[in-house]
């Protein structure tokens, strides 16, 4: 008669909080049921030993792929030995780790690595099947989503994008390729662009071009030339996934289980299809304050670049990147724009910077109410644009007043569109302060066969280029054998205010934070770009700082620009932040002259010194 033990259990994954643990019997039971039983009851079953560094490796490949595996350590239990013993006629293993997926025997450590490595791993855990609809289903036509599906598609896989936008509270809906290219990134960029024009105007008299006719600015005609551009993107989105035959339905996606989605048209047609991977690609939409009036009369930027008619004087709730670029365009397009901010400017970005933008958007004529916050929004009168009032409190001193207004923007910060889609089906878990999905570095879930990417996965950066590179590297790794991960340190990025700002890497404040104060050496100016002289432009704002770790060799772990053309600029110097540049390796660098950027090749001056940095000209 076989001895009898108790079984210890550990379950594993990347984060132990996502995955529950599965039931495995802990009572008293023959070994070689046991063992039966443990193989029959986990997806993936490990006998281990917790002092093996090759269990080790196995375990911590598993961890690495975000999958939820049960490791009995036989050398903590009694009968461990006896265990063993049992193994190895049960398999002809003498050695440990001893693998089991579904059942199936796999190996040792080295068995388990190469299938890894060949590609073939995760095809065991989550098998594909001929009975799968399709081999991909992405639930989102943002651009994170359209890059993952179109590269599944060039890998020769069966692919089907799921895309619907729900109307805003005011009604604006959109075509194929999510917030970037239909009220983001595209947009705001082409208005940005109008209120550098007329700046550009502003100085060209002072460069000797002379011209009487008065100069105004047309909403709509912008608008509909923009809208027009944005047209054309959604046409050839739609065309680029029919030439790549990934089936596009302009419907919504409810997930069934892990590979069932249940897809539902805008005519209520429902149709059900099943798929051995899901890419949840749902986005971000903007919050509205929960104060009355706010969704009876207010918009957000899902709004804003459609409007049919001119803002007008318009008030912007909110100090995030959307509520400041949005500002700064609609003030340079000649409109009065009030700012409501409740505390600080760019939360998250280096706060030096913040402040140096709001001062310069004062100087372009914003103003901005600080610390404040609405409390009610009602109408005045209708019309085209309609007037309303905006009530708000001054956080400091307590004083409720109101402003009057065309239009009130509110850009508070965006929600994941996470609810209503299913996701509770299958078993994904979600990060419950914020709804987001919580994804590994791999952007896999906590359902080994369902991914997350772009601005919806808990802990990424909200930026399209990101989600572009998640998405594509997502189905390389899925489906031609890849293991390389999206990079999400030190990525570039621009905020499009009226003097732009690119930055790279950590903020002054986290280098504080993560190296120590006496480790960080800032160098830092004002400059005065040429074009600024002639037109006499004012150029107080500009600034440029290289945020250095002293303890690695002077290595730049931040790069901070505020001035023209700064997204071109930063774009530039992100290859050298990713490849570990040090200040000696800018210093040895030789600048273009006269340009803006040339300024990170010169910088001399600490701010440990306290020597003056104004610009003192070319």
């Known amino acids: 008669m076989e001895e009898d033990i108790a079984v210890g259990t550990e379950v594993s994954n990347l984060k132990r909080a996502r995955t529950p643990s599965p039931e495995v019997p802990n009572k008293m039971a023959p070994i070689k049921d046991l063992i039966e039983q443990n193989i029959k009851d986990n997806t993936v079953m490990v006998f281990s030993k917790s002092t093996c560094p090759f269990c080790k490796k196995v375990k911590e490949l598993f961890k690495s792929m975000n999958v939820t595996f049960t490791a009995m350590e036989m050398d903590l239990l009694d009968n461990g030995t006896t265990i063993h013993e049992k193994l190895k006629e049960v398999t002809g293993q003498r050695t440990v780790p001893n693998v089991f997926i579904r059942g199936k025997h796999i190996g040792g450590a080295d068995d388990t690595i190469k299938l890894h490595e060949e590609g073939k791993l995760m095809n065991l855990i989550v098998p594909p099947s001929e009975n799968y609809t399709y081999d991909l289903v992405v639930i989102g036509g943002g651009s994170g989503g359209l890059a993952c599906s179109k590269e599944a598609a060039n890998l020769g896989k069966k692919v089907a994008v799921l895309d619907f936008v729900k109307p805003s509270p005011v009604g604006t809906t959109w075509g194929l390729g999510g917030t970037c290219v239909n009220v983001g990134?595209?947009?705001?960029?082409?208005?940005?662009?109008?209120?550098?024009?007329?700046?550009?105007?502003?100085?060209?008299?002072?460069?000797?071009?002379?011209?009487?006719?008065?100069?105004?600015?047309?909403?709509?005609?912008?608008?509909?030339?923009?809208?027009?551009?944005?047209?054309?993107?959604?046409?050839?989105?739609?065309?680029?996934?029919?030439?790549?035959?990934?089936?596009?339905?302009?419907?919504?996606?409810?997930?069934?289980?892990?590979?069932?989605?249940?897809?539902?048209?805008?005519?209520?047609?429902?149709?059900?299809?099943?798929?051995?991977?899901?890419?949840?690609?749902?986005?971000?939409?903007?919050?509205?304050?929960?104060?009355?009036?706010?969704?009876?009369?207010?918009?957000?930027?899902?709004?804003?670049?459609?409007?049919?008619?001119?803002?007008?004087?318009?008030?912007?709730?909110?100090?995030?990147?959307?509520?400041?670029?949005?500002?700064?365009?609609?003030?340079?397009?000649?409109?009065?724009?009030?700012?409501?901010?409740?505390?600080?400017?760019?939360?998250?970005?280096?706060q030096q910077m913040a402040e140096k933008i709001g001062d310069d958007m004062i100087t372009h004529g914003i103003n901005i109410k600080r610390p404040a916050i609405p409390t009610k929004v009602e109408l005045i009168?209708?019309?085209?644009?309609?007037?309303?009032?905006?009530?708000?409190?001054?956080?400091?001193?307590?004083?409720?007043?109101?402003?009057?207004?065309?239009?009130?923007?509110?850009?508070?910060?965006?929600?994941?569109?996470?609810?209503?889609?299913?996701?509770?089906?299958?078993?994904?878990?979600?990060?419950?302060?914020?709804?987001?999905?919580?994804?590994?570095?791999?952007?896999?879930?906590?359902?080994?066969?369902?991914?997350?990417?772009?601005?919806?996965?808990?802990?990424?950066?909200?930026?399209?280029?990101?989600?572009?590179?998640?998405?594509?590297?997502?189905?390389?790794?899925?489906?031609?054998?890849?293991?390389?991960?999206?990079?999400?340190?030190?990525?570039?990025?621009?905020?499009?205010?009226?003097?732009?700002?690119?930055?790279?890497?950590?903020?002054?404040?986290?280098?504080?934070?993560?190296?120590?104060?006496?480790?960080?050496?800032?160098?830092?100016?004002?400059?005065?770009?040429?074009?600024?002289t002639v037109a006499k432009r004012d150029m107080a704002g500009c600034y440029a700082k290289l945020v250095c770790n002293k303890s690695d060799n002077e290595r730049v772990v931040g790069l901070h620009i505020l001035g023209p053309n700064a997204g071109e600029i930063t774009q530039g110097y992100a290859v050298a932040i990713k490849l570990g540049a040090t200040k000696k390796d800018f210093?040895?660098?030789?600048?273009?002259?006269?340009?803006?950027?040339?300024?990170?090749t010169t910088l001399a001056t600490t701010k440990r010194s306290g020597f003056d940095v104004s610009a003192s000209g070319c």
């Open 587 to 600: 210093d040895r660098t030789i600048g273009i002259h006269p340009t803006v950027s040339e300024v990170f």
């Open 185 to 350: 990134c595209i947009p705001k960029k082409l208005m940005h662009q109008a209120a550098l024009l007329g700046h550009d105007l502003d100085d060209a008299r002072m460069y000797g071009w002379n011209f009487d006719t008065k100069v105004e600015h047309n909403w709509v005609t912008m608008r509909e030339n923009v809208q027009n551009h944005i047209g054309s993107l959604n046409w050839g989105y739609r065309t680029e996934l029919r030439e790549k035959k990934v089936t596009y339905k302009n419907a919504t996606g409810e997930l069934v289980d892990a590979h069932t989605i249940k897809a539902v048209d805008k005519r209520g047609k429902v149709t059900e299809m099943t798929t051995q991977h899901i890419v949840i690609a749902t986005g971000l939409r903007p919050r509205y304050p929960d104060i009355p009036g706010a969704k009876e009369y207010g918009i957000t930027s899902d709004d804003l670049f459609s409007l049919e008619h001119s803002p007008g004087e318009t008030v912007v709730v909110g100090a995030s990147y959307v509520a400041l670029e949005c500002a700064g365009f609609l003030r340079g397009v000649g409109l009065d724009v009030t700012v409501l901010v409740r505390s600080i400017l760019l939360r998250g970005f280096d």
């Open 381 to 532: 009168e209708e019309g085209t644009p309609r007037k309303l009032r905006v009530h708000y409190k001054m956080l400091e001193t307590g004083e409720e007043t109101s402003i009057e207004c065309n239009t009130v923007m509110f850009a508070i910060g965006r929600d994941p569109c996470t609810q209503g889609i299913g996701l509770e089906n299958a078993g994904v878990q979600l990060n419950p302060k914020n709804g987001k999905v919580i994804a590994g570095d791999n952007e896999q879930s906590s359902v080994p066969n369902i991914f997350a990417i772009g601005d919806m996965a808990d802990g990424k950066l909200e930026l399209t280029p990101v989600a572009i590179q998640a998405g594509r590297l997502l189905a390389q790794r899925l489906y031609n054998g890849s293991n390389e991960l999206c990079d999400y340190v030190n990525v570039a990025t621009t905020v499009f205010t009226p003097l732009e700002y690119g930055c790279i890497g950590l903020s002054e404040e986290d280098a504080n934070a993560k190296f120590g104060e006496d480790n960080v050496e800032v160098y830092h100016t004002s400059y005065q770009p040429l074009e600024y």
